[in-house]
Structures are given as C-alpha cells and as structure tokens.
C-alpha cells in the first residue's frame, strides 16, 4: 500500500518524539511491504515563526491532500513565550482548532489503557488497578459550547458572560455511529455520557444515540450522567468500553482517564472526519521545559502512528505489530523518566545521563532503536531479542519488572504522600517536598482515604 502522510512536528517535544513514531512507521512499512511518502507541514508556533500565523491556507490544503496527517505537540510557555503575545485567534493552538474544522474533524478518539508494567504508576488503590482497564473516550469535536456563540456585554450595569451549547440530531447522529462502529472492533459496549437530567441538547443527545443504537444490536448501550461518570473512572474504571460523549464532557473526561494510567506521556489519540482521513496526534502537550533533553516519552506519538495504519488504512496486523512492540518493551523493563515508578530511579536519571544514551557508550542498550522491535512481532520465540532504547529516549536502567520485585520496593511517592499527609503536612508542602505537582498530590489523597 502506498500511503501519503502529512507531518506536523510542531512546538517543544513535537520534533523529537515525531521523529521516534517515523522511524516505526517507515521500519513497519519495510516489513509489510509498503510505502510511505510524507509531506512537512508548519503548524502552531513553528508556522507563527516563519509565516507569523498558526495555520497557512496552504499547509491546510497539503493536509487534506495526504490521506493522514502525524501530529506532535502545539504550543509553548503561556507565562515567557511572545507567541502568547499574540491575540487569542493567533497563537499557537488557534491553528489546531483551525486545523480541525477546516478538515471536519468532529470524533475524537482517546484510548487509556493501564499497562500491566506500569500499574505501580496508576495513582489509584491497588485493588483497582491490578483489575486494569482499557477503555476509549469519544469525543465530539466540533460542537457545543466550545464552538457556540459567545458574548460579554453589559447589562443593566452588570457585565454578563454568554456561551452557548447547541447540538443538532445530524451531529450527534454521526458521532454515535462511529462509536458503535469502534465498539464492533472492541468488546460491544457503548457508555453514552450525558448531562440529561438537566440539559435540553443532552436530552436530544440521548435520544439520538438510542435510535443509532438500534442498528447495532450486538453492542450493549448504556446512559450514565456525567458526573457519575467522573466518579465511576477513579471507582471502577474496568466497567468502560467505548464512552461516547460531547465536547467539553469528553474534553475533562479524556484528560481524567490519562491521569489514572500513571502517565499522559503513554496515551495516543485520533481525530477523524467522515472519510477515511485522520489526524493523529499523543494526548499530552509540547511540555516545552523538557525539549531538546532527550527525556520525552514517545510512545503516545508512536501508538498514534499504530492508531493511524488501523483506523485510515485499515491495516490492522501492522497496529498491532506496533502495539506489541510497546508492550513488549515495557515488558523488558525500559522507562523513560515519566513512567519510572520509584522517586530513586528518578533521581538516578537527570538530563545529562538521558542525552548520553548512545550505543557505542553504553553497551547494555543494543544498536537499533524501538523502530526495529516490528519485524520480531510475527516471530514469538525472538521475543527475548526484543530490547530497545526508544529511539534513544529512555533510561538505559533496565529495570526487573514491577510485579517481580514488589516486596522488595522502597517507598513509593504515593506512600510517602499519604505518610506525611497523615503527619498533619500540607498538600502544598507534600509537593514542594517531593518536588510533585500540587494537583497530584491532591489527587492521591482524595483517592487513598480510607485505604
């Protein structure tokens, strides 16, 4: 098959964990015999620099022209970039949502899945996770509020903020189908996500979604409120299939079910329309502070890449290639510095030692990257062969599994958070002391109360 790909390497990590996913790409197509041209697009601030907008009439053109389009991440610092500078319809992610309507891209697909190798990462009770989950967001992309009608005026000497959430049955008619379709190729079970008790557009959503569902009488259909749903994700996250959902609802829940993978830097996504065509793109961001480190995770990018060959091309064997890859290497042990589960390990691994990951100076990694891990997937008794560097971005510590060795494990940062929490410390202070974010602190509490 000869597939035309569009490039956006983008902002900040973008260049870097892109360049990992083509190497995979063009590695699976030597196996499988195909081909693959692509063409480099500017979008976000990269397009800013040179055009001094986000997003060209041409490079918008050149993407509806390839039958799928690679993306990394968009955007920089809000608080020191001049992109932020700009005014709003300007700056970097104004291209992205340029970009989206102008190719018609209204599902989009996030997958969280809590790998077996990674459960001690997942914030959530241990038997929680070791039940593990595999779920996927649909997120209608463009409509309700996100792209409604909005104003701020001044009434009746009040000033007065208006957006407006406006669905129609077609919209919510074609997303509905791509679900069930999603769901036919995965375990047949629909969660539609609504806001029904409440909201007039939630109410027709719901009715929309069971008359589609009509047509699929081997998947299982369920309504559940959204903020039951948002519970449900941290209670018991193992019950989801396919959860299909508006756009702001599937904008919270989306990042939501990243966290409680243990890492948003594993979580893939894809944007489609209603041709073949897709945009495919990780689910964090440009993560800026790290860039250029040789730290970055790859493998959302390069399970999106997997998501690609499936959902444009149809080229199922080939996705899973790339998905047993990724396993596989979790399998052998290797991190990046995101997904390492002990606050040593972490130390262990600074910048410098991750830019010094290079074969000939470090004999434990092998002389090829992640990218060669496709040709031993059809070979199951080569698997012990199978070692990689993630294209020389990870740790070159290859450690024992987490389950073969969990008795043995120091204290982790979930169990030092609750430790000084219970000392009577802060959530400001358990992060400035674990040098964790304030919000996963909290997250942590809230989950392990009564544990």
């Known amino acids: 098959m000869e597939m035309k790909i569009g490039v956006i390497k983008g902002d900040g990590i973008g260049p870097e964990i892109v360049d990992e996913a083509m190497k995979v790409l063009d590695q699976t197509a030597k196996v499988y015999g195909h081909s693959i041209s692509y063409t480099q ?3 976000g601030g990269a397009s800013i620099d040179v055009n001094g907008v986000p997003l060209t009439e041409e490079t918008l053109q050149l993407a509806k022209d390839s039958d ?9 610092d809000a608080k020191t970039s001049p992109w932020y500078q700009l005014e709003p319809s300007k700056r970097p992610e104004a291209g992205l949502l340029q970009l989206r309507k102008g190719l018609n891209l209204f599902a989009n697909l996030r997958p969280a899945v809590l790998y077996d190798e990674l459960k001690g990462a997942c914030p959530l009770k241990k038997e929680i996770a070791d039940r593990g989950f595999d779920l996927m967001i649909m997120r209608e992309l463009t409509g309700g509020l996100y792209f409604g009608k909005r104003s701020t005026e001044e009434i009746d000497g009040v000033l007065t903020a208006k957006d407006e959430l406006t669905y129609n049955e077609n919209e919510i008619r074609r997303i509905a189908k791509r679900a069930f379709d999603i769901a036919m190729k995965r375990r047949k079970k629909v969660t539609s996500v609504d806001k029904a008790n409440v909201l007039d557009s939630s109410r027709l959503w719901r009715s929309v979604v069971e008359d589609v569902a009509k047509d699929y009488p081997d998947v299982t259909l369920e309504h559940m409120l959204v903020d039951n749903c948002a519970m449900q994700i941290v209670h018991n996250p193992c019950q989801f299939d396919v959860v299909l959902t508006e756009n702001m609802f599937g904008d919270i829940l989306s990042d939501e079910a990243s966290m409680v993978t243990g890492s948003i830097g594993m979580l893939s996504s894809a944007s489609l329309n209603d041709t073949r065509f897709g945009l495919y ?71 410098e030692r991750f830019q010094a990951l290079q074969p000939d100076k470090l004999p434990e990694i092998k002389e090829f990257s992640f990218a060669e891990q496709a040709p031993h997937i059809e070979r199951p008794q080569n698997q012990e062969s199978q070692a990689a560097n993630l294209g020389n971005t990870v740790s070159a510590k290859k450690d024992t599994p987490v389950e073969e060795k969990e008795e043995s494990l120091p204290e982790n940062n979930n169990d030092k958070i609750l430790r000084l929490h219970k000392q009577g410390m802060s959530s400001v202070d358990i992060a400035k002391e674990l040098g964790l974010g304030v919000g996963e602190v909290k997250l942590v509490i809230n989950l392990f109360k009564g544990a």
């Open 41 to 43: 697009l500017l979008m």
């Open 281 to 351: 793109e990780p689910s964090g961001g440009s993560a800026p502070d790290i860039a250029g480190k040789g730290i970055a995770n790859p493998i959302a990018t390069i399970l999106s890449a997997a998501m690609m060959l499936r959902y444009t091309f149809d080229l199922d064997k080939e996705a899973e290639a790339i998905e047993a890859a990724v396993k596989q290497v979790l399998k052998d042990g290797y991190r990046t510095i995101d997904i390492m589960p002990q606050e040593e390990d972490k130390k262990k691994n600074e910048p």
């Open 68 to 76: 799928a389009v690679l993306m990394g991440s968009i955007g920089g």
